[in-house]
């Protein structure tokens, strides 16, 4: 069952009903400023940091009612309704949502008046502009009044939902003309303020919610709305919002437009007041002024428009799969710049208030973002090293204002160190920037040991080596990409936490995972030495990786698939020694990306187990069996139900890592049959079974053992974004970058069809043509560039350059 339809021509999912089986949100912002907006406009607002500087409320633990919001009432006559439906509900005679590329646009139509609504966030202002046209469809003369709503956060939005002996008394505001000024806390701490305005002359404000809804109503019966009349209270504690009422007469025909401005403004500590207890409102005056008009708004709203083309230009294909086309050259890119500004700190399902940004998941990231910005990919890789330790540990998050280790959760995740090698080494291999590596760089946001960023890398890779277990593979520490494998913590009572009670960095739990990352990220360390002419330690590096190959065949081997871990007692952890959780997934993804097993057939063991014992037809589990009772020595994955998360869930971040394994041993078709199980446009058609939105990945899937199988969670801010994009473009598409050139190397299904890839690269524009005439799976058995036929798969880069032509052949 579908809930609306793709719009590929405007790069736009078109919502078509109010009552989809979750919100289907959208993301506006580039850089700084950030909304989340829902298809009935709900949603929040903030400024770098989702914790510390959010600027509006949003109500978690309801995730279905979807309140609060940005809301516009209409009145007309004894009618009431928004034009997102939400939060009167009101039954409208149609309705259209629109969520594009940083923008969203809504319709509504009710008693013959039109409302087109549409928002987004310019790309260098801090400002989040909402135009909304009233359009009277009928044929007699209309008299309407619209209302805005926004209810502000007390910036702090951890303490917001706290705090109450203390934030039901410092509420403040200021209002001149149009304008509604939030300066909660200002005459103390802070040196910033939020404002919301619009272009025209108003009717009535409101800034008190006690006035705006009356006692005992929700924004669903607003008791202001329902009088047709603002009261104009200045709000004094309690809880302050921003309203503003327009009277507006419309003739047949005839359509009213009007701008609103919700802002972010900062003045210099010494700069704050332009009198004693008034704000300094210059700045505020100065960006409200630059979106006064209609052209104002259109023309930032084409500046808009052309960021994000010129952005999504840089990896294009035209094949015959409309799916692969649509998800490749749109929504994937755009979902990896999201995950890029958020990590996986702000969505309808994280709060902003507990995670910051990630260490490992920025890292990875990263992966997905790095050809649309590398100059910024360069800086959040310095942001990442710089909350490193001195031995190579990292604090696992850090708080994207203040770029500083977050210390709630602490380090020991003993995956972290590598991830900064595997981003490092895209970026490079992406850039070829090797400026980075002398860059210096310091150790928990302390310049005085500052080191180079190689010796950033060279601390990571000996972090594993030197944290090894008794069989010689990686210790475990608190956890390694699966964060709910605690096999250290020990965790019995609630309240205890999963990840750091206990002794959680033990001297005997191993991760086979962590020694495939180890595997392929310490060989990629290796070639970025060799680049910097230190053969001596390229050599050390990959003696050590050969020592963690050894011990992967010795005792991470059970058979038939790789084993998972060994826990605080040596015990494996995924094998057919367990009674439950035979197999897991992420070793046999890791280890075969990273080279093990290929030659000896344990590759293709290791990969058909997983068809045969995780695969659904929703994607593939993380493992099985499930297990059904708590484990101890295993943590949080055993607390789940069965079906549900790390407890035999369908993970979507380590599918890619199933296909790209399949697209090592050539298997072209079943890599692209396990892209496809996970690939929204091709779900699109059961949206009331996978419920979140068909055009971005989700986290997770609920497995086979699972009441309600096939129900994703987590949309939006998960590494699937990253990960599925570079699965589609750099394996099964097979356009890879190396540290010497593009590498052309699809592994596609034989069935594919010739395909055109455009691919910008350290500034050149690459048009290749793959031409696949014998339908085989992998291969490539002659490659011309610009006319030339060159050995090899890999285009020699040529900077001199701005387009080059390339023709690959498939065998």
Known sequence: MKFGFFDDVNKEYVVTTPKTPLPWINYLGCKDFFTLISNTCGGYTFYKDAKLLRMTRYRYNDTTPDTNGKYFYIKDGDTIWNPGWQPTKTELDSYECRHGIGYSKFTGL??????????????????????????????????????????????????????????????????????????????????????????????????????????????????????????????????????????????????????????????????????????????????????????????????????????????????????????????????????????????YYETGIGRGMGFRDSCQDLLGFVHLIPDRARERIIDIASTQFQ????????????KKGNSDIGSGFNDDPLWLIAGTSAYIRETGDTSILKEMVPYDNDMSVATTLMEHLKRSFDYIVNHKGPHDLPLIGRADWNDCLNLNCFSEHPGESFQCFGPSEGPVAESVFIAGMFVKYGREYADLCKL?????????????????????????????????????????????????????????????????????????KALDSVKEKLDTKYGVMILQPAYTRYHLELGEITSYPPGYKENAGIFCHNNPWISIAETCIGRGDRAFEVYKKTCPSYIEDISEIHRTEPYVYSQMVAGADAKFHGEAKNSWLTGTAAWTFTNISQYILGIYPTLEGLSVNPCIPA?????????????????????????????????????????????????????????????
Request: a negative charge; one cysteine or more; proline letters at 2%.
């Open 110 to 347: 009710k008693n013959n008046i039109k409302a087109e609504l549409i928002t987004f966030v310019p790309v260098d202002d801090a400002v989040e502009l909402t135009k909304i046209t009233l359009t009277n469809t009928g044929s007699a003369k209309k008299e309407l009044s619209l209302f805005s709503y926004v209810e502000w956060c007390l910036w702090n939005a951890d303490d917001d939902m706290k705090n109450y002996q203390r934030n039901l008394s410092i509420g403040e505001v200021e209002v001149i003309d149009s304008t509604i000024y939030h300066k909660t806390e200002y005459r103390e701490r802070r040196n910033h303020y939020a404002v919301y305005s619009v272009n025209t002359k108003i009717d009535g404000f409101e800034t008190s919610r006690d006035e705006f809804r009356g006692a005992y109503n929700g924004p669903d019966k607003p008791a202001a709305v329902i009088e047709g009349k603002l009261h104009k209270t200045i709000a004094s504690g309690w809880y302050p919002i921003a309203s503003h009422q327009i009277n507006v007469s419309l003739e047949a025909g005839e359509s009213k437009t009007f701008v609103f401005a919700l802002g972010y403004i900062e003045n210099a500590e010494d700069d704050k007041w332009e009198a004693p207890g008034i704000i300094n409102k210059k700045k505020a005056n100065a960006l409200l002024a630059k979106y006064q008009t209609t052209e104002d708004f259109d023309k930032a709203f084409a500046a808009l428009n052309t960021y994000w083309n010129d952005l999504l230009s840089k990896f294009h294909i035209e094949s015959k799969d409309e799916h692969v086309n649509r998800m490749v050259n749109i929504w994937n890119q755009y979902q990896c710049m999201v995950t890029f500004n958020m990590s996986r700190s702000a969505s």
């Open 532 to 604: 910097m002419g230190d053969n001596a330690e390229a050599d050390r590096v990959l003696a050590e990786v050969d020592k963690m190959i050894k011990a992967i065949e010795k005792d991470g081997w059970d058979g038939d698939w790789f084993v998972r871990a060994y826990d605080a007692y040596s015990h494996k952890v995924g094998s057919k020694e367990c009674d439950e959780g035979q197999i897991y997934i992420e070793p046999q993804g890791m280890c075969v990306m990273a080279g093990v097993g290929i030659e000896d057939g344990n590759a293709k």
């Open 751 to 811: 069935e594919f069809g010739d395909f055109n890839i455009t691919r910008v690269y350290r500034g050149v524009t690459y048009n290749i043509e793959i031409k696949n005439p014998n339908k085989v799976q992998k291969g490539v058995a002659s490659l011309t560039v610009d006319g030339v036929e060159v050995a090899g798969n890999v285009i020699p880069f040529d900077g001199s350059k701005k387009t080059v032509s390339v023709v690959a052949t498939m065998k």
């Open 391 to 402: 031995d190579g540990g990292a604090y696992h998050q850090y708080q994207p204002l203040t």
